[in-house]
């Protein structure tokens, strides 16, 4: 990663990592709120109709997929929701982050 940004979201920032000055390899978007909400975001990242089913972490769900331009992870549970998306083609390496995102801040 050559830099990180944050967005001024609060209490979760998204994150941006960056492969070079301009291409964003890797972002991270963390929702805590309404259920609902939670679970539109996660539809709109990936939609149920166009997507593989996603189950972790545990208690989880959502969808994953790839595209031509890479790869998305996005899960909810209850209020809370993530969403990783990724320059590169592989969601193991999506859900592996989001595993970690959702135990580093206990939203397990």
Request: charged letters at 20%; aromatic letters at 6%.
């Amino acid at each position: 990663m050559r830099k990180v940004r944050l967005s001024e979201d609060k209490p979760n920032p998204a994150c941006f990592f960056y492969a070079n000055s301009t291409d964003v390899q890797l972002s991270v978007w963390v929702y805590e709120g309404d259920a609902k909400i939670a679970k539109a975001i996660v539809d709109r990242a990936a939609p149920i109709a166009g997507s593989s089913p996603a189950t972790a972490p545990e208690g989880w769900n959502g969808g994953s997929l790839t595209s031509d331009t890479g790869a998305v992870y996005a899960v909810a549970k209850g209020a809370n929701a993530v969403v990783v998306t990724s320059n590169q083609q592989q969601t193991i390496k999506a859900r592996r982050i989001t595993e970690t995102v959702v135990t580093n801040l206990g939203l397990g």
